[in-house]
């Protein structure tokens, strides 16, 4: 009902008496006064002590009889945004930030936090930057997406070697070793594709146009760190994908100096990368390119190779 009319609310806008309701409801404090004891808050709905032994007492049924047995009118009412309810049932607290696991089961919420405030008008206008020949720039994470991803990252805490060695690989061998940790380790893969999918392959069809991949497929998803102690940079290189989407996760200048990207056939670098955009790329032949020198501080990245 809430949903039909919720798309009429000129015709259909008002507040319903109802005998029954259930899943969230606004109770006036009133109606839960111990002093009156009505109801036991305790239990709130169970209680009940006709049926206090009885486990297939429905709890909302109960409630609502409670109710309608005392004289509180329960009402319907679509004339005010409340809100809405998440799922809670997959949420895996066990997580650290398991907010962010939550793309697929609580899209809305996600997209709410995680997505950067001017994407979809960047999407919209179609007016993407190109700081290099082919190399496209546009935001897409928000400033809590960049933080919370750095912080699994960093609480997980097992970044590669960053040698050619690298038993995560079928062949355990990888020719441009970065220091990293793969989304894989950190239980986000699937997440992963999903948000290829939603965020990034509408970018990519309105930059390259003609190519259309649906669903995008993505093997190599990782978050790299470069410190001047560890690794600081990376060589020229190209990389196994289509195209490849870089993410800033965090600010030059202020969390660290130096770095960036640059295109080698081009001679053309991205010295100042901006949080939460991300560039696209194609992978190969013409974008063969090398991650510069990081001075001082931390960097990180989220790379992806879509469709190697
Ligand atoms: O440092 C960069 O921005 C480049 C990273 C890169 O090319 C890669 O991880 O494949
Ligand atoms: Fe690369």
Known sequence: MNYIIGKNKEKWGGVWNVPHISVAYLVNASVLDTENRIYNFRALSYYDEKFKDDEDVDPDMNFCRLLRQNGIFMYVDNMVEYGHLARMNTYDITRTNPDFYEIKSNEFEWRRRYIHENYTQTLESGNFEQPCPDVYWFPVASPIFCRHMIEIMENYGQWSAGKNQDPRLEGGYESVPTRDIHLTQVGLDEQWLHFLA???????????????????????????????????????????????????????????????????????????????????????????????????????????????
Request: neutral net charge.
């Open 198 to 308: 939603l965020f990034i392959r509408p970018v990519q069809e309105k930059i390259f146009i003609g190519y259309e991949h649906d669903p995008p497929r993505a093997l190599m998803n990782f978050v790299v760190r470069y410190h001047p102690d560890e690794q600081a940079n990376l060589r020229p290189h190209h990389d196994s994908s289509t195209y490849t989407i870089n993410i800033a996760l965090n600010r030059v200048n202020v969390d660290y100096k130096g770095g960036g990207c640059r295109f080698v056939r081009y001679n053309c670098s991205v010295t100042d990368p901006r949080l939460g955009w991300s560039f696209i790329h194609p992978g190969r032949l013409t974008h063969y390119h090398e991650g510069l020198t990081v001075t001082d501080g931390t960097r990180y990245i989220m790379v992806s190779f879509v469709d190697p």
